[in-house]
């Protein structure tokens, strides 16, 4: 069994967008009988972070499993690789695979919430809405 890992780093001036997959390869038999491989997701983490104290906008999905339901369609690493490359995901080797994950998760779990008591109180702005009921 091999792993294959791919990311996405779009670079912004404002933010952090990055997105890391890492899929388990395993032989399987076809219906009809044919060697071939297939591909189980076992993780997938998306981030998107503002860098500013001023525009706060954090997105994190983060999906992982060792007996993950995600499968590709892919049967051979040369379709799964053309396969990432039109998602815009990159190969990338296992040490910097983790590095990546390490460093946007401890970026995430930095990031301060919603702070609620902000919104308390009597409405100081007005909505005005142009189009719609």
Not at 12 to 28: C, H, N, P, Q, R
Not at 82 to 96: C, H, Q, T, Y
Not at 109 to 131: E, P, W
Request: hydrophobic share 30%.
């Amino acid at each position: 069994m091999k792993i294959h890992y791919f990311y996405r780093r779009e670079y912004s001036t404002g933010f952090y967008d990055l997105e890391i997959v890492a899929w388990l390869e395993e032989k399987e038999t076809s219906r009809q009988g044919v060697e071939r491989l297939s591909f189980t997701q076992l993780e997938r983490l998306k981030i998107f972070l503002s860098k500013s104290n001023d525009y706060h906008n954090h997105s994190m999905e983060h999906t992982f499993g060792e007996k993950s339901c995600y499968g590709h369609y892919a049967h051979t690493c040369k379709e799964l690789t053309e396969a990432m490359k039109k998602d815009s995901l990159l190969p990338i080797d296992n040490r910097n695979y983790e590095r990546f994950r390490k460093v946007a998760l401890g970026l995430y779990n930095k990031q301060a919430l919603v702070d609620f008591s902000k919104f308390r109180g009597k409405q100081n702005y007005t909505i005005r809405q142009l189009i719609g009921d």
